[in-house]
C-alpha cells in the first residue's frame, strides 16, 4: 500500500498537474481555432466543486472519516455526467481534469452530457465487501441532492463496478418520495442489467476503442488481422478492448499489471488471462509468457500500444520508449503534453482518450434513455447504435484534423469546442 502512493506521488510529481494538462491541451486547440476569449474563460473552471468528509462504521466497530469528492465542470449541454473512482491517489486536480474530458467526450459525440466526475480516496482492496457497501452508500447519502437522475448521473471508473452503482441506485431511491422511485432509476449508469442497465454497457469503452481503431485501420489501409498490441491494465477496459481485438484477429503480445508485466511474441490469449488473473493475483505465474520490466515491457515491438489503466504514463521519459505505430488511449489522460509532443515527433498516431475511450459515455446514454422510456434494447442494437456514433466523430475529428493541419487531440478539442461555443453564443450569458 505504501509503496503504491509512493510509486504514485512520484509518477504525479514527475509532470505536470492533471488539471494544468487539460489547461495546455485546451490553449493550443483555442489559440489554433480562435475561440471566443469568454467562452475559454467559462469552459477553463469548473461549475462546482463538492467535497464531502463522512463516518463510515467499519467492521472493527470503529469509525473512520472518509473524504470524497464529486466535480461538475459544465452542463451546457445536459446533465452532469461521469465516472466515480475508487483509488488511493484521488484528489481534487485529478477529478477536475476527469470532470473536464467528459464535457468534451459528450460534445464530440454530440451526446446532450455535461461533464463531471468524482471519487473517494481509498485502496479498496484494504475494506471488506461489506464495509465497501456502506462507504459507498455512506457516500451517496453525503452527495445528496448534489446528484440525480436530470442533473447529475454517476457510472463506474477505476475500482467501482456494477455493483457499486446498484448500492448507490439503492440508496439514492430511499432518500426520495416513493412516487418517484420508478422513474429515477437513471440516476445512475453502468447498473447491473437486471436494474435496469443496459446490454453491451460493460464492455462499452473496449468495444468503443476497438471500433474507433477499426475506423482508423481502414482509414490508414492496413489489415485489422494480425496486427500486433499490447495492453497497460487489464481491469474492464484492457480486458474487454483485449478479447474483442483478439476476436477482430489482432494478436495480444504483451500486458501490464499492478503486479508486473509480461510479453509473449507467439500471443497471449486473454480470455485465458482473465481467468488467471481472477484466482491468482499475479501476472507472471501465467502460463507462456515472460516476465519483463516495465521499461521493457513500454519499448515492446508492436503496431498498437493501448495504455488502459491510469494517467501520465506516455511522458517526456517514457515516449521515447515506444516502438509502435499507433497509441489507442483507453485510459483517460495516458499522455502528457511533452509525451504527445514526442509522439507527434516520431511519427506515432494518437487516437485521443476524449473520443477513443467515449463508447462509456455513449452506452451510458443509451442506458439513461432506455430507463427514461421504460425500454430494454436488444445488443445488437446498442452495439450497431454505438459503432455508429464512434465512426461518425472519428470522420468529424479526422476532416477537423485535416482543415486546420493539426494532430488528432487538438483536432478533437476543436470539434468539442465549437459545439460548446455555438451553444453559448445561442443561449448567452445571464443576465
Ligand atoms: P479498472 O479498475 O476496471 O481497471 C484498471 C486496471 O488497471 C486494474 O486491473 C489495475 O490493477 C490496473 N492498474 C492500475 N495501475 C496500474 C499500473 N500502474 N500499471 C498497470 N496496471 C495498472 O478501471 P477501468 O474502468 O478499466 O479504467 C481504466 C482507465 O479507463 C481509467 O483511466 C478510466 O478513467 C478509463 N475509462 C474507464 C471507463 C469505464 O467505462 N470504466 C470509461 C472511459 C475511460
Redesign the pocket.
Known amino acids: 500500500m505504501i509503496n503504491v502512493i509512493e510509486k504514485e506521488t512520484e509518477r504525479r510529481t514527475d509532470e505536470n498537474s492533471l488539471f494544468k494538462n487539460v489547461g495546455i491541451q485546451l490553449k493550443k486547440a483555442a489559440d489554433l481555432m480562435n475561440l471566443n476569449p469568454d467562452i475559454a474563460d467559462i469552459v477553463s473552471a469548473p461549475n462546482n466543486e463538492i467535497v464531502v468528509n463522512f463516518p463510515v462504521k467499519m467492521d472493527n466497530g470503529r469509525v473512520r472519516i472518509f473524504t470524497g469528492y464529486r466535480v461538475q465542470h459544465n452542463n451546457i449541454l445536459g446533465p452532469y455526467k461521469g465516472?466515480l473512482?475508487y483509488h488511493p491517489t484521488v484528489n481534487i486536480d485529478e477529478i477536475r481534469a476527469?470532470a473536464s474530458w467528459m464535457t468534451w467526450k459528450g460534445a464530440i459525440n454530440r451526446i446532450p452530457f455535461g461533464g463531471a466526475k468524482g471519487g473517494i480516496q481509498i485502496n479498496p482492496r484494504e475494506f471488506s465487501q461489506a464495509e465497501l457497501e456502506r462507504i459507498t452508500r455512506r457516500f451517496t447519502f453525503a452527495l445528496g441532492p448534489n446528484i440525480g437522475p436530470e442533473y447529475d448521473i454517476p457510472?463506474?471508473?477505476?475500482?467501482t463496478n456494477e455493483q457499486i452503482m446498484a448500492w448507490i441506485l439503492d440508496t439514492y431511491l430511499t432518500t426520495i418520495p416513493p412516487s418517484e422511485r420508478h422513474r429515477s432509476i437513471h440516476v445512475v449508469t453502468g447498473k447491473p442489467v437486471e436494474s435496469g442497465g443496459s446490454p453491451g454497457r460493460n464492455k462499452?469503452?473496449g468495444q468503443g476503442v476497438v471500433f474507433a481503431v477499426m475506423e482508423w485501420a481502414e482509414r490508414s489501409g492496413i489489415e485489422l488481422s494480425g496486427l500486433r498490441f499490447f495492453i497497460?491494465?487489464?481491469?474492464?477496459?484492457?480486458s474487454w478492448t483485449a478479447k474483442l481485438l483478439c476476436g477482430a484477429g489482432a494478436v495480444l503480445v504483451g500486458v501490464?499489471?499492478?503486479s508486473g508485466a509480461v510479453v509473449s511474441p507467439e500471443g497471449i490469449d486473454p480470455v485465458k488471462l482473465e481467468q488467471h488473473l481472477l484466482l491468482n493475483k499475479d501476472i507472471g505465474t501465467f502460463p507462456g509468457v515472460k516476465k519483463i520490466t516495465h521499461d521493457g515491457f513500454l519499448e515492446t515491438e508492436a503496431d498498437i500500444f493501448i495504455p488502459?489503466?491510469?494517467?501520465n504514463q506516455i511522458t517526456r521519459k517514457t515516449a521515447p520508449l515506444l516502438n509502435v505505430r499507433l497509441v489507442a488511449e483507453?485510459?483517460?489522460g495516458p499522455t502528457t503534453p511533452e509525451g504527445d509532443g514526442i509522439l507527434e515527433e516520431r511519427g506515432i498516431e494518437v487516437l485521443p482518450d476524449i473520443f477513443c475511450?467515449s463508447g462509456?459515455v455513449i452506452v451510458s446514454y443509451f442506458e439513461w434513455l432506455q430507463n427514461k422510456r421504460s425500454e430494454s434494447w436488444e445488443l445488437e442494437e446498442v452495439d450497431a447504435k454505438l459503432k455508429k456514433k464512434i465512426t461518425t466523430s472519428f470522420h468529424r475529428i479526422e476532416d477537423k484534423r485535416e482543415a486546420m493541419n493539426t494532430d488528432r487531440r487538438t483536432a478533437a478539442y476543436i470539434v468539442a469546442l465549437e459545439y460548446l461555443e455555438k451553444v453559448y453564443l445561442e443561449r448567452g450569458i445571464y443576465p
Not at 155 to 159: L, Q, S, Y
Open positions: 465516472g473512482r476527469l457510472a463506474p471508473d477505476v475500482n462499452a469503452t497497460q491494465g487489464f481491469g474492464n477496459v484492457g501490464e499489471e499492478i488502459a489503466a491510469l494517467e483507453g485510459a483517460n475511450n462509456g
